[in-house]
């Protein structure tokens, strides 16, 4: 254990070192201008403390976790989870104090309080406990290690050197750019530090406009929505939109010549967080629309052209949703016997074995189209937040959101057919025999049998929607392939994803491995962005409509032929 403990103590790349120093100049001054006044502070902590630097920043050592062991463990417990009125370490408020103000505070203690003074062990080592904290944080899900302010992620940004192929950023991003990711160029855990750099929406600036290859053209379908999130066309041509936020489930009819809906209604409401959206039985002559609330399956009377639900929700199925991931999409097998329902884990990377919420969770499950016999159809699949079957062979895909915490170049995204029975990893082991190092010595047995998907992703893009272009419009060689909206980043020094990806797939319906970057220019700065793309299906007349949750709008790709 502690040998490969050892192994997994990582030195910072120079680059990281040096630009975190160089970042670090800029934001001191910043934060002693601006933030101090915005932020609170963590138990009063003195404005020195905020700031004070941490020799050791992101090392992590055998020392620190094994300190942390013999003198937190007995409160705080092993993962930091705290109990009673002990608080948690991997806490958003926890986490969201500066490494100086955790020393800070370690330091002094709050002996009143039940949490002893840590004065008396060596300072060096007190920082390392720091940086497992930190560990311990990466496994929360929306918990950085550090922290960057909008500011300060613009600074990283216009300081950081062009990555380092086959990984790219934001900066390197632009329709029709090929990529190639395979599990040999993934980099050790932490290699960089695990960055907190979610993005600040802000309005689509005047002279911004989603970018698309060449003979492709772009126009405004439908703006002013709540939170757009899946899409997807009936078999009569219209769309539905789960509003999420809402709990609201939209319709929009047709395309004008002016490139708008022709008619636009809600389907239902009141319903709990709806993402997944699917027409039940599969043909053309749909009786029923099945609605993935985020903790159930619940179905309406349809048929085609209703545009308003024509009687009350009827309840198909529990899911399991104590926490966390949220989103649950809806798939039937081609001969409509089975329900393929994806239901993203409780937590990033929390043991299943020991964590009774992760039970049923990081699955597609599979049911009955009536609720009942409900089996895991396949397993360690960390989130997939969108299904689709192809047309061609009838196989189930996924586009999957990966985990969080191992620095900016781990773990990847991936798109994967899905095989029945299997196991793709999380959170012992990913992309193949890389074990996580947080669950070192784990499940040995499992290790031969992670299935490595068959499109390896950018790290934190954030793959939701994906769906398989049928269309008639876009050139021949469009035919069958997959497209899927990636979201963008949150944990990662300098963003990435905020894109709508091609990937190309041969003519049996088989990835190569290979994607291509299709529409682009969703971000302003690394601090900023205007379009996060959400979900994504081809419309009737083989264009595609793509909606964004940053812009509360929908996009409608089509193919002109003419450059723009
Ligand atoms: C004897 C039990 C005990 C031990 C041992 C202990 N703590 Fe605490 N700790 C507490 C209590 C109780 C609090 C809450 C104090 C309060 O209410 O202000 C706390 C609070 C904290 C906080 C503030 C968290 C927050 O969100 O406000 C941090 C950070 C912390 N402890 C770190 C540590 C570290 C690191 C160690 C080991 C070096 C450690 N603690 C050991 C009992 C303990």
Redesign the pocket.
């Known amino acids: 254990m502690q040998l490969q403990e050892a192994k997994i103590a990582v030195k910072k790349s120079k680059y990281t070192r040096k630009h975190m120093l160089a970042a670090w100049a800029v934001l001191s001054l910043l934060l002693s201008v601006s933030s101090l006044a915005q932020n609170p502070t963590f138990?009063n902590a003195p404005a020195s403390a905020k700031l004070e630097k941490n020799p050791m920043q992101g090392q992590q050592t055998q020392e620190g976790k094994a300190a942390?062991q013999q003198?937190?463990v007995?409160?705080?417990g092993p993962n930091g989870e705290g109990s009673g009125?002990?608080?948690s370490?991997a806490?958003e408020?926890?986490q969201g104090a500066s490494d100086g103000e955790?020393f800070w505070?370690?330091t002094k203690g709050?002996v009143n309080?039940?949490?002893?003074s840590?004065a008396s062990l060596p300072e060096e080592q007190r920082w390392q406990?720091i940086n497992y904290?930190r560990v311990l944080g990466a496994s929360k899900p929306g918990s950085p290690r550090v922290a960057l302010s909008s500011d300060e992620a613009v600074s990283v940004g216009a300081n950081s050197p062009p990555p380092k192929a086959p990984f790219t950023d934001y900066r390197f991003e632009k329709p029709g750019a090929t990529r190639k990711i395979t599990p040999a160029d993934l980099p050790a855990p932490l290699e960089t530090t695990s960055a907190g750099n979610a993005p600040q929406v802000v309005p689509r600036p005047d002279n911004a406009w989603p970018e698309v290859p060449a003979g492709f053209k772009v126009e405004l379908y439908a703006s002013g929505l709540n939170q757009p999130r899946l899409i997807r066309t009936a078999p009569n041509g219209d769309f539905f939109v789960a509003e999420s936020q809402t709990g609201e489930i939209l319709v929009f009819r047709g395309i004008s010549a002016d490139g708008k809906p022709q008619l636009t209604g809600t389907f239902a409401t009141g319903l709990k967080r709806p993402f997944g959206i699917n027409f039940y039985p599969p043909g053309p002559d749909p009786q029923w629309i099945y609605v993935g609330n985020t903790d159930s399956v619940v179905r309406f009377p349809y048929k085609n052209g209703d545009v308003k639900a024509s009687g009350a929700s009827e309840h198909i199925a529990d899911l399991p949703s104590s926490s966390g991931h949220w989103t649950r999409d809806i798939q039937f097998t081609v001969d409509g016997k089975k329900m393929l329902v994806s239901v993203g884990s409780a937590s990033n990377i929390n043991d299943p074995d020991t964590t009774p919420e992760e039970k049923n969770r990081a699955d597609v499950l599979e049911f009955n189209p009536d609720g009942s016999g409900m089996r895991v159809y396949a397993y360690g699949i960390r989130n997939c937040v969108g299904m689709a079957v192809q047309p061609k062979t009838g196989a189930l895909w996924c586009s999957v959101n990966e985990r969080d915490g191992l620095g900016d170049n781990l773990v990847p995204d991936y798109i994967t057919h899905v095989q029945e029975g299997g196991f793709y990893g999380w959170p012992w082991w990913y992309m193949g025999k890389h074990q996580d190092p947080r669950h070192e010595g784990k499940h040995p047995e499992l290790k031969d049998k992670v299935i490595t998907p068959d499109v390896i992703l950018h790290p934190h893009n954030a793959s939701l929607e994906l769906t398989f272009y049928n269309g008639k419009q876009f050139p021949a060689e469009y035919q069958g392939d997959i497209f899927a909206a990636e979201h963008g980043s949150w944990n990662r020094s300098v963003r990435v994803g905020y894109e709508l990806i091609r990937v190309p797939l041969d003519k049996s319906g088989h990835a190569t491995g290979a994607y291509e970057d299709f529409m682009t220019g969703f971000v302003v700065d690394n601090g900023h962005v205007w379009g996060r793309p959400v979900g994504v299906t081809v419309a009737p007349d083989g264009s595609l409509l793509v909606t964004d949750d940053g812009s509360k709008s929908i996009w409608r790709i089509s193919y002109t032929g003419k450059s723009q």
């Open positions: 138990h942390f003198r937190c007995a409160c705080h009125n002990i608080p370490l806490s408020k926890a955790l505070y370690i709050d309080n039940g949490m002893p840590w406990i904290i």
